[in-house]
């Protein structure tokens, strides 16, 4: 069974850093594409940043240069560091893995004061 537990998130005050943490069960992080997503009060959610099997990143326009995404081999996390926040980046934020199925966790909620 595939669980994914976030964990890390928080009030923090604009131009601050965050770093949030996805820990997966029934997986592989490293053979698995895993993505975070985040949703705004009223809004869709969107992808912020995603790696997969072999390496490769992506990052969303919106947290380029300021997020980075990472893989933790020995605690089998997916990492999301998070510089420069800003109030529009205030939403609950999800881990995401697809390896076989398309997995999902609770998500963390973060909240950027201005």
């Known amino acids: 069974q595939v669980q994914l537990v976030e964990s890390g998130g928080g009030l923090v005050q604009a131009g601050g850093s965050l770093r949030l943490s996805c820990a997966a069960s029934?997986?592989?992080?490293?053979?698995?594409?895993m993505g975070w997503y985040r949703q705004a009060p009223g809004k869709a959610r969107e992808l912020v940043a995603a790696?997969?099997?072999?390496?490769?990143?992506f990052s969303s326009d919106s947290v380029k240069g300021r997020f980075t995404i990472s893989r933790n081999y020995a605690k089998n996390t997916v990492d999301l560091q998070m510089n420069s926040l800003k109030p529009e980046d205030t939403a609950k934020y999800y881990c995401?893995?697809?390896?076989?199925?398309?997995?999902w966790g609770q998500g963390t909620q973060v909240t950027v004061s201005s």
């Open positions: 790696i997969s099997s072999s390496g490769t990143t």
């Open positions: 995401n893995a697809q390896y076989g199925g398309n997995y």
């Open positions: 029934g997986i592989i992080v490293s053979r698995s594409y």
